[in-house]
Nanobody, 114 residues
């Protein structure tokens, strides 16, 4: 059973870069056909897909966030990391990592505030 766990700061100042890490257990992030995503949900809004990294290290991002987003990975640590730059209060949300749409982390609250 694959399990995912998000970690990172709960509070980020405006204009800074938000970095969140997803640690995976029960499976390797380099397993063929595994696609690892970041998703968020802002207060009062639906789920928003941010981007993903696949088993080959290839990335794709939401067009609305692409200019501020990058996803990297650490295969030895079985982790992948979201970097979101130039954050504003509108980036306040619960951030989730997921494998396909089937396995999700519990989510981590991130608040952008000075």
């Amino acid at each position: 059973q694959v399990q995912l766990q998000e970690s990172g700061p709960g509070l980020v100042k405006p204009s800074q870069t938000l970095s969140l890490t997803c640690t995976v257990s029960g499976g390797s992030i380099t397993t063929t056909w595994y696609y690892w995503s970041w998703i968020r949900q802002s207060p009062g809004k639906g789920l928003e897909w941010i981007g993903r990294i696949d088993y080959g290290g290839n990335t794709i991002y939401s067009p609305s966030l692409e200019s501020r987003t990058s996803i990297s990975w650490d295969t030895s640590g079985n982790q992948f990391t979201l970097h979101l730059s130039s954050v504003t209060p509108e980036d306040t949300a619960v951030y989730y990592c997921a494998l396909w749409n089937d396995y999700w982390g519990q989510g981590t609250q991130v608040t952008v505030s000075s």
